[in-house]
């Protein structure tokens, strides 16, 4: 299957910092790529949704200042986590999809663990 | 309320034996149901993909069925491995027209034994 990999695997960062997580697609161009937070024993629940070239599209009660997203080419996607506090301590996942919406699977990062302190 | 219940929550298994895993969900209408693996501090692992026209699919070890009558599917797992211990996620695709969305359900946790 596709790779998708993210840097860092895991963070600590002190509480008011900016952290900055990045999405890649390995071996193939993914126009679309979501952005995920996933708390412990938790199900995965997703953020936003990121088409490259244009703005990210957020779900309701993620915000958008707060985790600025970035998709300025087909394999590379960043979550900024601005001014970071403890409560967004939590596992971040990236997911990756090549061609059209219509059912074309997703391929999910590795995660990345931030810890605000 | 969740649109994709998983149960049961967790599972211990002795390894060498068989489980199964299940799934309902009230996603609709959905485009195909995924069986993903999650090993702790992981992103998730596909298992298998099912469209709503598909009974059965199976990946090595693992078998997902799928009854798109009654929204229910399940994951069957032969001979487990103290590797299949994970949290295993039934994860619904909605429809094209509400682009795609993945809907998650919760997992289950399995831990195989020796």
């Given amino acids: ?117 | 309320k969740n649109q994709v219940e998983q149960s049961p929550q967790s599972l211990i298994i002795l390894e060498g034996k068989n489980c199964t895993l299940q799934c309902n969900y009230t996603v609709s209408p959905f485009s195909n149901l995924r069986w993903y693996k999650q090993d702790t501090g992981r992103g998730p692992v596909s298992l298998t993909i099912m469209t709503f026209s598909e009974n059965t699919k199976s990946n090595g070890r693992y078998t997902a069925t799928l009854d798109a009558d009654t929204k229910q599917s399940s994951l069957h797992i032969t001979a487990s491995q103290l590797s299949d211990s994970a949290s295993y996620i039934c994860v619904v695709s909605a429809g094209r027209e509400y682009g795609n969305k993945l809907v998650f359900g919760a997992g289950t946790i399995l831990r195989v034994k020796s």
């Fill in chain 1, 1 to 117: 299957g596709a790779v998708v990999s993210q840097h860092p695997s895991w963070v600590i960062c002190k509480s008011g910092t900016s952290v900055k997580i990045e999405c890649r697609s390995l071996d193939f161009q993914a126009t679309t790529m979501f952005w995920y937070r996933q708390f412990p024993k938790q199900s995965l629940m997703l953020m936003a949704t990121s088409n490259e070239g244009s703005k990210a599209t957020y779900e309701q009660g993620v915000e958008k200042d707060k985790f600025l997203i970035n998709h300025a080419s087909l394999t590379l996607s960043t979550l900024t986590v601005t001014s970071a506090h403890p409560e967004d301590s939590s596992f971040y996942i990236c997911s990756a999809r090549a061609g059209l919406a219509g059912g074309r699977e997703q391929f999910f990062g590795p995660g990345t663990r931030l810890t605000v302190l």
